[in-house]
């Protein structure tokens, strides 16, 4: 029962995985919340909004997919925060930090289901946008290169998320933080209109934030532009993000305890 | 052979002095009750003593580990049981079971058979497969016990297990901690009432603010505090201050603002029948009269002259 047995910090991991995943599906009314909102948001800016956003040349169902699809998986990501301050104000943080196990793999189980979620609710969203005449161009490759970078991005927001649900102080804080952080960041962005439109300060914000590089990158994969220098600024930015938030997270996992 | 061995433990939050330097041992196979109110420093003692706080002074030993010094070694001897029931919501309460099974490393034959057990034991084999947001109370503080029970831990620590629990239940859990102390593990359970203290635990040790002011038999405790007491409430506020006059006994307490008092008494009708002639003779009438055993407040104003707050 020695906890520092790589053997059982493997086994523990799965078993949380296995746990979180669990959530996914018994908690259905979440991942339909989180899918709802994003195709809500699909729907306004598709047919209320979009006639008067100047896309030059592209459709505008075409320009919006990826950033729905991006803000999207940011909102998925703060699911982290969610669960790990639910976790630690019902005791079941606690509950494992007594126990001879790793403890801390409960946070990675809690990152992997965000993922899978994000993954499960990105198929929702593009089929909906495909029924509304979203038309891609990207090949195979181009696909799997989207699936990467989507991933990459969630992982990197949901430690930072991690982060967030281990030092807010109740559950309805962390609602807000997210919010807070994830609202600006994809609105300030490129994911609803191009940059070239905002005012010169905000646009200098929006255009090197990593959201914009990631949206960019994959909108420009999906609809067959070029990319441009934003898949590999996308990919930097989301590995600098995910090495500065891992032992951060851990860090104040462990704060507490022995 | 002491299972848990606690030598002048302290623990401050910031400025805020949480344990003032308490001592206990606990005997294998025997219960300590630690006994106070909210905010006595129950529940930062089995913190400290289940490794989720560190200590700040003081050494404390559980199934011979040192908790500051070898924690994974305590981790694979106890069981622990929260104030609050931390179980797993999502999941129904076989598969809260099996993974504390899994968690613990135990083999998978082994978990199958300690979950269906436990179970069995608990009464929850009908509520097995269903999702434990829709448990009662009583149910989710079995299950919760029960998680804590998977490896079959010879050391449990039982934070408040039935504060809030209805009567029923209470007697419930009552009993299965009873049968658990029988299989010869030893616990420590915290509480904040007398009855349950006394009716389960060997010992008990009554804390208040970060220290041990009493401690011993329940018994030994009880004959301190007297076993039982009549209190008197007076009907008319006039009449009170002719009745505290007139009303003798041990460990006489008087409350103008209630009107009450109370005496502590071997609960006998000669001592009932006695109180009551002098209110007849005076012609004082009084609105309720009760014989009853001592609560923790009655414990809290003989130790510190206070109730506990």
């Known amino acids: 029962m020695n906890n520092n047995n790589i053997y059982y910090i493997f086994s523990d991991t799965i078993v949380l995985i296995t746990r979180s995943l669990k959530h996914i599906f018994k908690n259905l009314d979440q991942l339909l919340a989180l899918t709802i909102q994003p195709v809500m948001f699909m729907l306004l800016f598709g047919y209320v909004f979009g006639g008067a956003i100047n896309t030059g040349g592209v459709s505008y169902i075409n320009f ?74 990207a090949s195979f490759t181009d696909w799997l290169l989207i699936t990467g970078i989507l991933l990459l991005f969630t ?67 999906m609809i067959g532009l070029p990319t441009g220098e934003h898949v590999w600024l996308s990919v930097v930015w989301c590995v600098a993000i995910t090495i500065v938030c891992i032992p951060v997270a851990s860090f104040l996992f462990r704060r507490h305890s022995i | 052979m002491n299972a848990i061995v606690i030598k002048n433990l302290s623990k401050n939050f910031k400025d805020l002095v949480v344990l003032d330097g308490i001592s206990l041992d606990v005997p294998q196979g025997t219960m300590l009750a630690l006994l106070g109110p909210n905010g006595a420093g129950k529940t930062t003692t089995i913190k400290i003593l289940s490794t989720l706080l560190r200590p700040d002074s003081g050494q404390v030993f559980v199934g011979g580990f040192d908790v500051a010094q070898k924690p994974e070694g305590v981790r694979g001897l106890i069981g622990l049981t929260g104030q609050y029931a931390a179980v797993d ?33 608990f009464d929850l084999v009908d509520a097995a497969n269903r999702s434990v947001k829709t448990y009662s109370g009583g149910m989710r503080r079995r299950l919760d016990l029960a998680l804590s029970l998977i490896a079959t831990p010879p050391i449990i620590f039982l934070d408040e297990p039935t504060t809030g629990l ?56 009880k004959s301190r505090v007297g076993t039982e007491r009549i209190e008197v409430i007076i009907e008319q506020k006039s009449d009170f201050k002719k009745a505290a006059q007139l009303i003798t006994g041990d460990d006489l307490r008087q409350n103008a603002e209630e009107r009450s008092i109370s005496i502590s008494t071997d609960g006998s009708v000669k001592e009932v029948k006695r109180i009551l002639d002098i209110l007849n003779q005076a012609g004082i009438e009084i609105d309720a009269m009760s014989v009853r055993t001592p609560t923790l407040d009655d414990v809290f104003l003989h130790f510190t002259g206070k109730g506990a707050e």
């Not at chain 1, 030092?167 to 600006?184: D, H, M, R, T, Y």
């Not at chain 2, 009855?195 to 804390?207: F, G, M």
Request: net charge positive.
């Open chain 2, 89 to 121: 919501e999502l999941l129904n309460g076989r598969e809260n079971l099996q993974m504390m099974g899994q968690l613990y490393h135990l083999p998978k034959d082994l978990i199958k058979q300690r979950t269906e057990a436990l179970l069995n034991q």
């Open chain 1, 155 to 221: 992982f990197a927001l949901s430690w930072l998320s991690a982060i967030m649900g281990l030092v807010a102080k109740s559950v309805e804080a962390v609602q807000w933080l997210g919010f807070f952080i994830v609202f600006p960041l994809t609105f300030a962005s490129a994911a609803f209109v191009p940059t070239q439109s905002m005012p010169s300060l905000l646009r200098a914000f929006a255009e090197n934030q990593p959201v914009t590089h990631v949206i960019e990158a994959i909108r420009a994969l």
């Open chain 2, 166 to 221: 209805d009567p029923r239940s209470r007697l419930l859990m009552w009993n299965i901690i009873k049968d658990l102390l029988k299989s010869g593990v030893t616990i420590l359970l915290t509480t904040q009432y007398l009855e349950e203290a006394d009716n389960l635990a060997n010992k008990i040790a009554v804390l208040d603010k970060g220290k041990i002011i009493a401690q011993g038999t329940p018994k030994e405790l």
């Open chain 1, 64 to 137: 919006l997919v990826a950033g729905i699809l991006v803000q999207m998986s940011a909102f998925g990501a703060t699911t982290t925060s969610l669960s790990i301050a639910m976790d630690l104000r019902r005791g079941i943080i606690d509950r494992f930090k007594s126990l001879p196990m790793a403890s801390s793999t409960v946070l990675f189980g809690h990152v992997v289901a965000d993922l899978v979620r994000n993954f499960l609710s990105a198929i929702i969203m593009i089929i909906v946008a495909l029924i509304m005449g979203f038309r891609p161009e």
